[in-house]
């Protein structure tokens, strides 16, 4: 279960009735006003209490919740389809850059020991975003989740034929869009080995590329991303064990940790022991929700190269993590075209975000995470 904080206004109300009281006590010495003083205090609470509920939270006027983030966003822009890159996560492709624009953040295995993220943005305007790498199939059922149109650099050839099966909506930069959706970077294409790390691409090139291949700019009809918030000014807090720092050893070279920030609630990612900077902001990624979700993971049979297969469809189990706590939850996606359902095992009810940006790790199912602190360098 969870607990929720009251509404700010109504905070507001209520100290602002008791500077009322204090004013009318003051004038008023007899105990019988100061008696009624109180009484009228507690019906105005009630009062203002009930009237909420019958109106429901405060809503921003023109404004409606972002079903990415939970934010509060232009009514004009909510139904504006996202973007998901598939960004390059090697070491030797640090720093990355305007990911921290990205409403929602996936880290899983590729080959050999590396993870691969894939970023999913609504409305960003970052003037670069990478580096971009090529396709990996099961990051197009991620993409899918949230509609949104998937880029990439490349593909392996489970991609590309998986994007044929899905009829899935695509920019490629390996084709001839490349110098259209992307660009690389002059600095490190000059640097030796530093190729496959060089391409970039920012909301300008992709609305050109987009135009172009005349993709659908809207979400579908009844889009559900499967993800729910609740309203900015509440907050949720998992009734769960502590998580203060969250440790996702994906390799023996590749671990993502979280240190949450009681001042900010929001959780701080290292990369192997060290901050996980984005240059653009010239800080870390910060995330308020992280969602770690178990599944099969293994090597794909007679693969050259050690690609993988990770079941995003399916089943599985997990944890949901916020403002420093972590529950145990079940997942499920029926199909590529259906959204990821995430429930709290113990309610059986769909886990409920804070707003904010949110982490989502696709582990393997015996991989041991961590709750305790450790030793990190800055």
């Not at 090597?299 to 690609?307: C, F, N, Q, S």
């Amino acid at each position: 279960m969870t607990t929720r904080q009251p509404l700010k206004k109504r905070s507001i109300y209520i100290v602002i009735l008791i500077l009322l009281m204090v004013i009318v006590t003051a004038c008023k010495s007899d105990s019988e006003n100061i008696e009624q003083g109180i009484n009228d205090l507690e019906a105005d609470t009630e009062e203002l209490n009930q009237r909420e509920e019958e109106e429901g939270p405060f809503i921003p006027e023109g404004k409606v919740q972002s079903p990415f983030n939970g934010k509060w966003i232009p009514e004009e822009d909510a139904n504006k389809r996202p973007i998901a890159l598939q960004i390059n996560n090697s070491l030797a492709a640090y720093p990355q850059s305007g990911i921290a624009q990205a409403d929602i953040i996936y880290e899983t295995l590729a080959e050999g020991n590396i993870t691969r993220l894939m970023a999913v943005f609504h409305l960003y305007d970052s003037e670069k975003i990478g580096p971009i790498r090529s396709a990996r199939h099961y990051f197009l059922d991620m993409a899918a989740n949230h509609d949104a149109v998937y880029m990439h650099y490349g593909g392996s050839p489970q991609a590309y034929s998986y994007i044929q099966q899905t009829k899935a909506p695509n920019l490629d930069g390996l084709s001839w869009l490349d110098g259209i959706v992307c660009w690389r970077d002059p600095e490190r294409r000059a640097i030796p080995r530093m190729l496959e790390h060089s391409v970039y691409t920012n909301q300008k090139h992709l609305e050109d590329g987009w135009e172009r291949r005349e993709l659908r700019k809207e979400l579908k009809e009844n889009f559900s991303s499967g993800l729910e918030f609740v309203k900015e000014g509440e907050e949720i807090i998992p009734w769960g064990q502590r998580a203060d720092y969250v440790t996702i050893p994906f390799s023996a070279s590749y671990t993502s940790s979280f240190d949450f920030d009681a001042e900010t609630k929001k959780y701080v990612k290292y990369q192997s022991g060290n901050y996980h900077l984005d240059e653009e902001i010239n800080g870390p990624l910060m995330f308020t929700n992280l969602i770690l979700q178990r599944t099969k993971i293994h090597l794909i049979p007679g693969d050259t190269e050690g690609r993988r297969e990770v079941a995003v469809i399916g089943s599985g189990t997990g944890y949901f993590i916020s403002a420093g706590r972590a529950v145990a939850i079940e997942w499920q996606k029926a199909s590529h075209g259906t959204a990821t359902e995430y429930i709290e095992k113990k309610s059986g009810k769909p886990i409920q975000l804070n707003p904010g940006k949110t982490y989502i790790g696709i582990l393997p199912q015996n991989l041991e995470i961590s709750f305790q602190k450790k030793a990190i360098n800055q």
